[in-house]
């Protein structure tokens, strides 16, 4: 199961991360409590950089903040809205992530794609039923509202390549919880699903 802890803040959370071996981890520069500097995010990352996917997290970025997010941060990946793709100009490189929100209608299925709710980072859970649905046609990585408490009922209701987390382990907003993010993964392993196999290093 691929693992993404999304909207670290601090050096802590980014350590509590790779001492969980995740997979990757993401770092917000939308409008967020949990919004950082593209400088900030670099520091940030630079102990994770070869050991896990650093993410650029967006929704609807303008070209000047693009181009400065990727010059000063340099992420593996960008996540936005999967229709922003359209007008971006990206470097060959850069894996993309696009988020599919709860209700969005989808009829080109990208290789990979994070679903998530309405409104990113609100704690609210997407739509299962909907996400289910959406992962028997592509890798999907569920995001919305998933704590320690209830991610081994998603991932049972929707069988996806991944899961992503954010609010559901933070001590406050905007501040990740050491101990919440080592009880998520644990939950997440613990749940029985397979190891995801990717059929290729996308994301």
Same mark, same amino acid.
Not at 4 to 22: D, F, H, N, S, Y
Not at 45 to 63: E, I, M, Q
Not at 147 to 164: C, L, S
């Given at each position: 199961?691929?693992?993404?802890?999304?909207?670290?803040?601090?050096?802590?959370?980014? +350590?509590?991360?790779?001492?969980?071996?995740?997979?990757?981890?993401?770092?917000? *520069?939308?409008?967020?409590?949990?919004?950082?500097?593209?400088?900030? +995010?670099?520091?940030?990352?630079?102990?994770?950089?070869? @050991?896990?996917?650093?993410?650029?997290?967006?929704?609807?970025?303008?070209? +000047?903040?693009?181009?400065?997010?990727?010059?000063?941060?340099?992420?593996?990946?960008?996540?936005?809205?999967?229709?922003?793709?359209?007008?971006?100009?990206?470097?060959?490189?850069?894996?993309?992530?696009?988020?599919?929100?709860?209700?969005?209608?989808?009829?080109?299925?990208?290789?990979?794609?994070?679903?998530?709710?309405?409104?990113?980072?609100?704690?609210?859970?997407?739509?299962?039923?909907?996400?289910?649905?959406?992962?028997?046609?592509?890798?999907?990585?569920?995001?919305?509202?998933?704590?320690?408490?209830?991610?081994?009922?998603?991932?049972?209701?929707? @069988?996806?390549?991944?899961?992503?987390?954010?609010?559901?382990?933070?001590?406050?907003?905007?501040?990740?919880?050491?101990?919440?993010? +080592?009880? *998520?993964?644990?939950?997440? @392993?613990?749940?029985?699903?397979?190891?995801?196999?990717? @059929?290729?290093?996308?994301?």
């Amino acid at each position: 199961m691929w693992i993404k802890i999304c909207g670290l803040t601090t050096p802590e959370a980014v +350590a509590a991360a790779l001492a969980a071996r995740v997979d990757a981890i993401g770092f917000v *520069f939308a409008a967020s409590v949990r919004r950082v500097t593209p400088e900030a +995010a670099a520091r940030l990352a630079a102990p994770a950089r070869g @050991r896990v996917r650093c993410v650029a997290v967006t929704r609807h970025p303008d070209p +000047a903040a693009l181009e400065e997010i990727l010059a000063a941060f340099a992420p593996d990946v960008l996540q936005t809205d999967a229709e922003d793709f359209a007008s971006l100009h990206l470097p060959a490189r850069l894996a993309r992530l696009p988020v599919v929100r709860s209700g969005d209608v989808v009829n080109s299925v990208p290789p990979r794609v994070l679903f998530e709710g309405p409104a990113s980072g609100s704690g609210v859970p997407s739509d299962w039923s909907g996400a289910a649905r959406l992962a028997v046609r592509t890798e999907l990585v569920l995001a919305g509202g998933l704590t320690a408490r209830n991610v081994a009922a998603a991932i049972g209701r929707v @069988r996806p390549f991944g899961v992503d987390v954010s609010s559901g382990v933070e001590a406050q907003p905007g501040i990740k919880s050491p101990a919440a993010i +080592a009880e *998520f993964v644990a939950a997440v @392993r613990a749940a029985g699903a397979p190891a995801a196999q990717p @059929r290729e290093d996308r994301v």
